[in-house]
């Protein structure tokens, strides 16, 4: 289960965010810590991408909205048979210590990052081209010469006030991945297609392949319904539609 490769759809455009940001926040923590400069410049990337996509949505509110019915999920499921109180206790702290931290951000996220006048420069300059060149952004390639150390430590000063927003996103993406199990499946000429209740909303779907199969899913749907098609990852060409049966795993993650 462990060898596969996962894809995952979100179903809903809140899920669609989370992930988003979730990605983004991922490269910034990989590309931060390490050594060469070419590092930085991605962690700093990703950092801006961050900063636009929270000035788009309102993700605070979103966020907050995720928690509160989370809580209220869990809470109607505490006396159902073969719940474990203490993980379920567990689960409840971590969602609410989750929200206080969202609730003590002062004011939008990201709204240190999106007024430092540094970033400002540096992703107009990033709109054009090879805009962030050195002879463009002095100061930025100043920043790029110094040790490893000084810009790991510019780099978590920047996203430092967003960690309570990165922790709640995983938090709550962990909880809809791991609120089903996945169900072995056969692909029938390689589609696959499902309605869902909509009286229990999926969060996203996750699909699971074996990599020796050399195929990937194209995943399309909403809350009412998802299809699947596999196609073949044959490299320079375009990727085709298989017509054979594929085997796979899938998870209907609704929590």
């Known amino acids: 289960m462990s060898s596969q490769m996962i894809f995952e759809h979100p179903l809903n455009e809140r899920i669609r965010t989370f992930l988003r940001l979730e990605h983004l926040f991922e490269k910034v923590e990989y590309f931060a810590p390490r050594p060469e400069h070419w590092n930085t410049r991605a962690g700093i990337e990703g950092l801006l991408d961050i900063v636009v996509m929270t000035a788009r949505a309102d993700v605070k509110a979103e966020l907050l909205k995720e928690i509160d019915r989370n809580l209220s999920t869990l809470a109607r499921i505490s006396d159902q048979p073969g719940v474990d109180p203490s993980a379920l206790s567990g689960v409840l702290s971590e969602l609410e210590q989750a929200a206080s931290g969202i609730h003590d951000l002062k004011g939008p996220i990201g709204a240190d990052a999106r007024e430092n006048e540094f970033l400002k420069s540096i992703s107009q300059r990033s709109a054009i081209p090879g805009g962030a060149c050195s002879f463009d952004l002095p100061a930025y390639h100043y920043l790029l010469t110094q040790s490893a150390d000084v810009r790991a430590e510019r780099m978590q000063q920047w ?4 960690r309570p927003v990165s922790k709640a996103i995983g938090l709550v993406l962990s909880l809809a991945r791991t609120s089903a199990n996945p ?11 499902e309605a869902l209740d909509p009286q229990a909303p999926a969060q996203l779907v996750r699909v699971g392949i074996e990599p020796e199969l050399s195929v990937f899913p194209e995943i399309s749907g909403h809350k009412n319904r998802f299809s699947i098609r596999f196609l073949h990852a044959n490299g320079v060409a375009r990727p085709r539609q298989l017509r ?4 796979f795993t899938l998870t209907c993650c609704v929590f």
Do not use: S
């Open 183 to 193: 169900r072995k499946l056969v692909a029938e000429g390689a589609f696959f297609q």
């Open 244 to 247: 054979d049966d594929v085997e």
């Open 159 to 162: 996203l430092e006030p967003m």
